[in-house]
């Protein structure tokens, strides 16, 4: 299992995207700024915990978790798997 301590700025950075997406949905209905922005936060989310699985993967199986990135949008985005 993954040092908790090397994920807890990850996990924080979630828990404030999460805050955000539940505070603009709560609003109900979105202006086109606010849309973009709900968008932009849950790609945000996809890429945080697609870090967080790349770190974990890579402590399972040996390999150094530090050598996981945050890959683009249109990658997280497109998983078919």
């Known amino acids: 299992m993954s040092n908790p301590r090397d994920e807890a700025p990850v996990l924080a950075h979630i828990q404030r995207l999460v805050d955000e997406e539940h505070r ?11 849309s973009k922005r709900l968008k932009s936060v849950q790609v945000a ?30 990658v997280v985005e497109n998983y078919t798997g």
């Open 24 to 34: 603009l949905f709560e609003q109900g209905s979105l202006d086109d700024q606010q």
């Open 45 to 74: 989310l996809d890429q945080c915990w697609d870090l967080l699985r790349q770190r974990r993967a890579a402590q399972e199986t040996g390999s150094n978790p530090a050598d996981a990135h945050v890959r683009p949008p249109e």
